[in-house]
């Protein structure tokens, strides 16, 4: 019997500079593969679909249980994950390029450090008073958990913001994760101290105001975060905090 | 004198932990990451993290966490140490409730505990089911806050190669490479934490990420530090079978009441929830009546072989078996177990309310690692090491819950420490060795890259982790770790031969993990030769041929170090402090 084969075909570039190309593979079939398989394949055996050796692929990836967010890319035009990427649901020839918003580093690897400078700018943290034993924390009740939860999710991943028409150079928007952490520390019990510090980050260019409800995000987020919902709230806020700032002043 | 320099290498739960404390007294720390931090594998924890507080009423105390890992552990732990970790834990989750982690709750507001294996008291905090994610993400902020102060410099993207030792054999820095632009660097410091986590991938496929090669304790281990307890992995009972790895199913799933079974008759073809309780074989709550389905990860594993091995009882003749939630009501299981539920549905495709899971053991967690005193240093001075990447808190077998709080205790004492060690160190001599560690581990790249052998790093790497899966995890025959061991000579001599398909100096991944293999291949054979030597069986290390426990032989600490002049491990055996409990029959079937 013919050994079954998948088609795919990946988006290449030697470099941040470098000009970028397609090339295509064909890999035996296995059951249960997903595309981080398919690129390990290729890095046992190098040789695209013309029987040309070349080099494995570049990509980023650590987990593959879609918990740490590293191996985001486009695959059959989504931005997805690639390890929750099985083989056996994708149309074939099945096309993998690097997320578009992002600089390329190589092949498929991009650099997201710009999320943790915009979790630096908003604050995203609960500034304790020290690691020593202070007792226990806050109360919590169940509700507030399970309103805090899901925002607690976001695996950073950059998918969000690789969807949204707004988030580009024109605006600086700081895009949907930066502002999921801000309601998730604002509404903790002693993450709030630093409320109104970062509702004035995300005020002005950049901040909430850009977002323009298209509403990409929430349908692209690996992990179901509820990001409009957040959006909308932070938006309530930093208006809010404005109108007090202006008064104040 | 100026503030002491702090390198820490590794960005998990004990990294983190470890930076916080020294940021934290005022320290100066490079935080060294081949991933971004907040991409670590402690992301991939999920049932829980066990402190004593005993807020069900159960009486449990700091004491029994204690006897119970210990005894977990088939009491090859130092206990002074896994003493100190228990008592410390209780103020270790007040400590992470009070950074925010969204533990769950109790209707009154307090922090509410699951049950895990190995302890009959309910102990274990959660967030979910991501609680290795909620914590790391804790201490990441942490961190990052200290970062937008300037006490701490991320190096994320650079990968550890070795320790810069002065004449002395003292630690005066690191040697890593930038994963980008390739660039050798060394970097000065006045103390070093390694806590650069497990070593799965020496087994090819394990639960652990794509990162958790052990190449940095590896390459420490070359360069004098002793490895202990190489021989003791562990094999988590529950994974999911995959093309790329093996995915963790939590222990959660059966500390909220998941049963494991096998259909009693070979070659059942019946779907799963056709087949009557009767003819069902919960062998496990057959087996451990007390324990049931939370037997430790070593008994509930060999338990899982047997039925599939020696029975023949495996579903439709395949290596597996069912791990059954059915029975529970979807909004607890959403409620309690939502995240790992999903982990199964989306891999698999099949719901884990509706249809039972099919399970088999994977490799999970490397309970050896380096050594380290009891202030968490290795005999290089200068050198700590924390977390996963050393062996201190676990012995023979890691119970459930409690790594997450190794990694931060161990982080915790690590990082003063290392402070207070950097304050009495004399200056060096010279450059302290920077220049030759430089141009070594220049030369070693310059062979690597001018090699034009045949040989492909992925599938040397492969069949490592296939005679290493074969022979060296739950079950062991001497006969066939030898065959393991002449293996692996084998694959470091093709080894001399590669070829690297890639030789361009801009993200070459496949080079940096070139050098990984090495260091692997040079573990896996502590690993094989430690356990071929330890002709008893204790915790996970389990011999057909001496089955029992041989406290007067072996109740011992593996040291290897490496002889370079030969290419291969010694061995010597260190007593085991054991001055608060005393060691007595591990027996899980039985009222102990």
Known sequence: MAEKLIQIEIKRQSGPDAPSTWERFEIPWKPGMNVISAMMEIAANPVNSSGQETTPIAYDSNCLEEICGSCAMVINGKARMACTALVDKLEQPIRVQPLTKFPVVRDLAVDRSVLFENLKAVKAWVPVDGTYDLGSGPRIFPQQQEAAYPLSNCISCCCCMEVCPQFNDATGFVGAATIAQVKLFNSHPSGKVLKEERLRALAGDGGVQECGFAQNCVQACPKQLPLTEAISDVTRDVTLQAAKDFLRA | MAAPKIIVVGGGLAGLAAVIKIAEAGGNVDLFSIVPVKRSHSVCAQGGINAAKNLKGEGDTTWKHFDDTIYGGDFLANQTPVKAMCEAAPGIIDLLDRMGVPFNRTPEGLLDFRRFGGTLYHRTAFAGATTGQQLLYALDEQVRRYESEGRVRKFEGWEFLSAVL?????????????????????????????????NGA?????????????????ALYQQGAYYANGEFIQVHPTSIPGEDKLRLMSESARGEGGRVWVPRTAGDKREAKSIPENERWYFLEEWYPKYGNLVPRDVATRAIHKVVYEHGLGIDGQPMVYLDLTHIDRATLDRKLEGILEIYEKFVGDDPREVPMKIFPGMHYTMGGLWVDFNQMTNIPGIFAAGEAEYQYHGANRLGANSLVSCIFGGFISGPNAVAYAKSLKPAQGDGGHAQELTRQRALNQQLLSSSGTENP??????????????????RYNKNILETEAKIVELMDRYRNINLSDRSQWANTSFAFTRQLWNMLQIGRVIAQGARLRD????????????????????????????AAANEPRFEYEDVDIQHIAPRPRR????S
């Open chain 2, 588 to 591: 899980y079937d039985a009222a």
């Open chain 2, 458 to 475: 992925f599938r040397i790497w492969r069949e490592l982790g296939e005679t290493m899966t074969k022979n060296v995890t739950v079950i």
């Open chain 2, 536 to 563: 008893e069986s204790r915790g996970a290390h389990y011999k057909p041929d001496f089955p029992d426990r041989n406290d007067e032989k072996f109740l011992k600490t593996t040291k290897a170090s490496y002889d």
């Open chain 2, 166 to 198: 002065d004449s002395e054999g003292v630690a005066r820095g690191i040697c890593a490479m930038n994963l980008r632009s390739m660039e050798l660097v060394t970097f000065p410091a006045d103390a070093i934490i390694v806590a650069t986590g497990g």
């Open chain 2, 202 to 218: 020496i087994f090819g496929k394990s639960t652990n990420s794509v990162v958790c090669t052990g190449s940095a304790q590896a």
